[in-house]
């Protein structure tokens, strides 16, 4: 079993900085991936970004050179940090962990709102 929580979002300005973390405990593997996808108001979901356990990233064309997403080995954590925030990123974010199975943190809303 794996358990996820992340933390770190909340209300910010259009143009605004964020940055979430999630932080995995329990049986952990040494070969896994970290990421987050958003639930979009109206239950639309999409990826935003995931890492390796080599640190090789992925984007989503969408948060491609605003957003930036690492990982500290050593306490199994992964960090979204999210700049010049939209109003259309406005969404729930699950973090997730994925070894053999997939586990999802709780969710953490992020609103982006003048």
């Known amino acids: 079993q794996v358990q996820l929580v992340e933390s770190g979002g909340g209300l910010v300005q259009p143009g605004g900085t964020l940055r979430l973390s999630c932080t995995a405990s329990?049986?952990?593997?040494?070969?896994?991936?970290m990421g987050w996808y958003r639930q979009f108001p109206g239950n639309q979901d999409a990826m935003v970004a995931e890492?390796?356990?080599?640190?090789?990233?992925t984007y989503a064309d969408s948060v491609k050179g605003r957003f930036t997403i690492s990982r500290h080995m050593l306490n199994s954590t992964a960090y979204l940090q999210m700049n010049a925030l939209k109003v259309e990123d406005t969404a729930v974010y699950y973090c997730?962990?994925?070894?053999?199975?997939?586990?999802w943190g709780q969710g953490t809303q992020v609103t982006v709102s003048s």
């Open positions: 997730y962990y994925k070894g053999s199975r997939t586990f």
């Open positions: 329990g049986r952990i593997s040494p070969f896994y991936n």
């Open positions: 890492i390796t356990a080599d640190g090789t990233t």
